[in-house]
């Protein structure tokens, strides 16, 4: 079984500064995948970053980074250089080795200020 | 290349009516999942079909939801009949496949909000 943990219901930051996203996870699986959806206000939910566990370098795309501490089993994103497209509902979520369903958390609403 | 569709984007219905949402997958993927969220809540995995086969489908909350896949190309979901309860935002994704052992990404669709009055 997996669980995910978004505590940060809502979150703000100034454009062009930094900001991380929480999220804890548990799981029963031995080989797991961690992800970073974001859901924009037009609602169509796009991958940020994903971060195989056996890895142990954290993923980086562009401006997104992660901070995988496997043995705490946190997930956290760091954004940097805010835009205001960031601005977004971001999922974090787990799934097991092979086709499964993904373990969403229940998001964190990202407000970026100008 | 598309991506994910689904049709309709909104529904409102009144309970004790029947509602058929549909999925277009990324076309060649085999593997094609439903999720919902209830409004607040966490998303959560409805079931999930490889091609035209249903593969887990633990997650459908009874039988009033029934899922097909027919030809393995596009999906629909039907309830019927619709409860208060069931409404909520209901996501569809699909993924590859290809890779045995490997995790694919999973690409989704911008949902149909689902209303039951």
């Known amino acids: 079984a997996q669980t995910v943990t978004q505590s940060q219901p809502e979150m703000s930051v100034q454009e062009a500064e930094t900001v991380t996203l929480s999220c804890t996870y548990d799981t029963s699986e031995s080989d797991y995948y961690l992800f970073w959806y974001k859901q924009p206000p037009s609602r169509q939910m796009i991958l940020v970053i994903r971060?195989?566990?056996?890895?142990?370098q954290n993923a980086t795309e562009n401006r997104f980074s992660v901070n995988f501490q496997k043995a705490a089993k946190s997930f956290s994103l760091k954004i940097s250089d805010s835009q205001l497209g960031d601005a977004a509902m971001y999922f974090c979520?787990?799934?097991?080795?092979?086709?499964?369903?993904?373990?969403f958390g229940t998001g964190t609403k990202l407000q970026v200020i100008p | 290349e598309a991506g994910v569709t689904q049709f309709p984007s909104h529904s409102v219905i009144e309970k004790g009516q029947t509602v058929t949402l549909r999925c277009d997958p990324i076309s060649g993927h085999d593997n094609l999942y439903w999720y919902r969220r209830v409004m607040g809540k966490e998303i959560k995995f409805l079931l999930h079909?490889?091609?035209?086969?249903?593969?887990?489908e633990s997650g459908m909350p009874n039988n009033r939801f029934l899922a097909e896949r027919t030809g393995g190309t596009y999906s629909t979901l039907k309830v019927q009949p619709a409860e208060l309860e069931d409404s909520g935002v209901y996501f569809c994704?699909?993924?590859?496949?290809?890779?045995?052992?490997?995790?694919?990404?999973?690409?989704f669709g911008p949902g149909t909000r689902l209303t039951v009055l």
């Open positions: 971060q195989e566990a056996y890895k142990q």
């Open positions: 079909f490889v091609k035209e086969s249903k593969q887990d």
């Open positions: 994704a699909s993924s590859q496949g290809r890779m045995r052992g490997a995790t694919d990404t999973q690409y």
């Open positions: 979520a787990s799934g097991g080795r092979g086709y499964q369903k993904v373990t």
